[in-house]
Each structure stands twice: as structure tokens, then as C-alpha cells.
């Protein structure tokens, strides 16, 4: 299968400390990619370069053949790479159905348009509606984004994800702060998006990282150290020391 | 309750304000006050000017404390064009908008890099830096301004040295102004601007282009400003360094935030309170700005979403 995402000698450095150290990735077609790593590690520092948050020093990255390491973060997501945030990134005052039709109105067509009332367009808000209903949310769509529960939270940030219809979604710990009801909500609901996009999973949560990935990347101070099967990962004896620890397999 | 982005505005209010607006000139006439004509003419055309800047500061979450620098342009365009001969309305007039669009251009592009209090300051910066250029241009008045050698010309029969006849002209031309002002912040792009006034990562991170829906904001608002520029230097006879300076600036901003940022009337709003008022109290007291700015203390304080807020409850209650 086709590599939609190719991370090659990515190098990002903040004074001394070089938080990607020369990564090379790549996430395939339609797999569930997980990366996972030690706090520190440099995750979501990588994940801000490949949506075009942070410009890296040196390295490429190329998605769907094209280099985008020089592209702005809206022009990537228009090409189809679109991310969620590790803190939940809303218009917080607004509605629930507001902020989505904000994610359907990038998608479809300019918004230079300076005379029709934007709010007599159906089309926006019929889709913000259903994009509601796919991520749980159908009874909330009326009420404050800032007022709704953590995981509902969470939910309308892949949402927003979603609605930009993007062929890569890259997670960045969407279970943090997350019970394990709410937590078990949002595995099915990845995995629901199986179908729809590629995905790259950040992730702490090892149970729900060997329940949807189809593959694993272990990044140690800003280096992949492995990447393999999540039996392969488990097994991997670096991964273990560098990572997992000596008990924390005991159970897996 | 979430906000709502969409800004409605009551015909149960417009409607009224239009009526007595427009039968203004006949009731000043009546009570033989000529003056208060021109105070109105004065009071809208600073209506329109900190509509404008409130496209920036209440829609799109810039605040400029440089927006007089497009209020002196559009009035030393129409003076200078004029100084050169060309008194046509229908040339001066939006070449002030477009000269003033055009230094909106330059100052957003770099201005629009910057975030928070260094966007404050370096708008005011450019401000300042336009308002010393005028002052040192000799040519066109240096520190002593520029003064119209005549009003600009209309045609269509209507001559603005009446001072009835540039009312109406100031009224039409506000009140056709702020309605487009108004589709545009209802539009798919002032919803963009409100977007980024919420969340501006958020909005980048969904796909739209921020810096450019910013800039087109901030050209369009300069143009406007502009524009309201033109009709003052008309209304002065003159056009002066002072509009440029960094007070005037501050005055839109307390425009601004007096009638409410928040608010698509509210800085229009702002603009008539603070006028009327800084015209009441001067006859009193000398020190009438003390006075004014324990009103602003107070209305900060005690409104935090400005003037137009009181309007909002008094119908909710009712």
C-alpha cells in the first residue's frame, strides 16, 4: 500500500535541545498509525510540524507525494491534513452547531464573499447538524462549545477535525483527561473513523493504542526507535527498556 | 447562552433613528440653531468612522490604535486633490478611500504579523509616523494644516456649502455605508472575522487563510475610515495633522468601547454620547475631560459591554 504520509530526516531544535532528532516515518494508506513515546519524547512537537504549526530545521515531509514542510497549516488542510489538539482547541462562547459550520464553511467554497448573510446558508448548518450527529453530539448542538463536558469536548474537536474531510487526522491524545466511559466512547468512535480517513494516533493510553493501531512508532528523545505490529512493539526489547518499563507489560 | 454571530439589527430601532434623523434639519430650523446641524453632521460621519473600526476591534479582534492614520489620509486626499484643482465628490471621494485603503494595505501587511499589545503599538506607531510625514509636508500646510479652497462638488444640484444640504449628503452616505457594513459582518466573511476574533488558531487549524481574511478586514475598515476622513475635511474646510494624531485614534477607540464592541450599532452609538456629551460639558467647565472620563470610568466599570448593553436589557425586561 501507498505511503499517504512520508516523514523524512525531520530535525526541529529549540536551543540545544533538538526535540525531533532526525525522524523518518511514514503512515500508510488507511491504517490506524499510533505514536507513542515517554513524556518528553518530542510527540507533539512532531505533530505541530506535520500540520504546519512549527517549521522544522531540516527534513521533509511529504503527503500524498507532495512536499508540504514549506505549506502554511490552512493550505494543509485543505489538501487534506487536518489535526485535533492535545488541549481542546474551540470557539468556546459560540454553539456547538456554530463551530462546526465554521469547519464546513472553510471546506466548501471562498469566504470572500461580503454580501449574502452567511447564516441563510442551509447547506452549512444541515452538515454542521450531521457532523454533530457522528461525533455524539446531536442533543448538545444548541448549547455553549465552553460549557459542554470534557468528553464532549473532545468529541466536537474531532469533529471539527472531521468536517474538514481530511484524508490524514492526526489525534494528538484525544483520551486525555478522559474517564474510561468516556474513554471507551471515543475508541469506538475512532474506530468508526476507520473507514473514512488514515489516521495518526498520539497517545498515552496503551489498552486504547493496542485496540486501534495497526501499527506502532516508539519516539525516544525525538528519534523513532521502532515501528511494527503492536505485538511486534510489545515484544520489541529496546521499547521495553527505553520505554514501557520492566512491569508494564506484565498484564498486556 | 452561546453567542450569536449573526448581528441582528431592530427595525424598531433603525427605523425611528432614521425618521429623526432625517427630520433633523427641520427642527433645527425651527428652533433656529444652526449649529446643532453641523454637530450632527460631525457626530455621523465619527458614527462611520468607528463603525469602521469596529469591524477591526469588535469583529475581528484587532485592536488598531492607529485607525485616525486612514481618517487624515482620506482628509488630505480631498484637500490636496482640491489644492490641484479636482473638486468633483465623485473623483476626491473615493480616491480618499482608495488612497487610505491603500496605506491600510501596507500598515495591516506588517502590522497583521504581530499580535495583542504589540499590534496595539505598532499601529500606533505607523499612525504617529504619518501624522510627523503631514506635519513636516510645508507644501501642504505643515503643522498648520491644509484648508479647502472649496467643498467638494456634487453636482445633481446639491451644493455642500449649505449646510442642510451636506447633512443630508453626510447622512446618506453613513447610512448606505454602515448597511454594507452591516451584510458584511453577516457575511461569510465577517463570519470568518468573528471566527478568528474567537479562536484564531482554531480558525487556521479548520482551513481558512487568517492573515488575509485580516488584511482584507483591515483595508476595507481603512477605506471607510477614509471615506469618513473625506466628509470631515469637508466639514471643517480643512484637513489637519491633528486628525492623524494618535488622540484621535484614542477617541475611536473610546467610541468604540463606550457603545460596545460587541455590538454592530454600539460604536455608532459611542460616537453620538461621546459627542453630544464632550459638546455639553465644555459649555460648563473647562476641565470638561475629567469630567468625561469619569463617564467612561463609570460605563466601563459598570457596562462592561458598553452603551449599546442598556438598550439589550431595557427589552429584555420589557
Known sequence: ?252 | MAIALHQRVRPAIVVPVLAVLSALPLFTQWIDEPFYLVLASRVLLFALAATSLNLLVGFGGMVSFGHAAFFGAGAYVVAIAAMEGVTSAWIAWPLAMGVSALAAAVIGAISLRTRGVYFIMITLAFAQMMFYVFVSLKAYGGEDGLSLPRRSVIGLGLDLKSDTTFYYVVLTVCAVVIALLWRLVNSRFGRVLQGIRENETRMEAVGFPVYRHKLVAFVVAGAVAGLAGALAANQNDMASPSMLHWNQSGMLLVMVILGGTGTFLGPALGATVMLLLEETLAEFTLHWQFVMGGILLAVVLLLPGGLATLLQRRRNDG
Not at chain 1, 532526525?22 to 518530542?42: K, M
Not at chain 1, 447538524?129 to 448538545?140: W, Y
Not at chain 1, 474531532?158 to 474510561?180: F, K, N, Q
Request: hydrophobic share 45%; with cysteine.
Open chain 1, 1 to 252: 500500500m501507498a505511503d499517504l504520509l512520508q516523514i523524512r530526516g525531520l530535525v526541529k531544535r529549540f536551543g540545544g535541545l533538538a526535540a525531533t532528532d532526525g525522524v523518518d516515518l511514514s503512515v500508510t494508506a488507511d491504517e490506524i498509525h499510533a505514536l507513542i513515546g515517554p513524556n518528553g519524547a518530542g510527540k507533539t512537537t512532531l505533530i505541530h510540524q506535520i500540520a504546519g504549526s512549527l517549521r522544522p530545521d531540516a527534513g521533509h515531509i511529504v503527503f500524498d507525494g507532495h512536499d508540504v514542510t514549506r505549506l502554511g497549516m490552512h493550505t494543509r488542510v485543505g489538501a487534506g491534513l487536518a489535526r485535533s489538539f492535545q488541549l481542546v482547541s474551540l470557539f468556546r462562547k459560540l454553539s456547538v452547531v456554530d463551530n462546526l459550520a465554521f469547519a464546513v464553511q472553510a471546506r466548501s467554497g471562498t469566504s470572500f464573499r461580503f454580501w449574502r448573510a452567511a447564516a441563510d446558508e442551509r447547506a452549512l448548518f444541515d452538515e454542521a447538524r450531521t457532523l454533530a450527529r457522528e461525533v455524539d453530539l446531536a442533543d448538545r448542538v444548541d448549547a455553549r462549545a465552553g460549557a459542554l463536558a470534557h468528553g464532549e469536548q473532545r468529541r466536537l474537536e474531532i469533529g471539527l477535525a472531521l468536517a474538514t474531510r481530511p484524508r490524514l487526522l492526526l489525534l494528538d491524545e484525544p483520551l486525555a483527561g478522559l474517564g474510561p466511559e468516556e474513554s471507551d466512547r471515543m475508541v469506538t468512535l475512532i474506530s468508526a473513523l476507520r473507514t473514512r480517513c488514515t489516521m495518526l494516533l498520539v497517545e498515552h493510553d496503551m489498552d486504547a493504542v493496542f485496540r486501534l493501531a495497526d501499527r506502532v512508532s516508539v519516539l525516544v528523545s525525538g528519534r523513532i526507535i521502532a515501528t511494527g505490529a503492536p505485538d511486534q512493539i510489545r515484544a520489541h526489547a529496546e521499547v521495553r527498556r527505553a520505554y514501557l518499563g520492566d512491569d508494564a507489560l506484565v498484564d498486556g
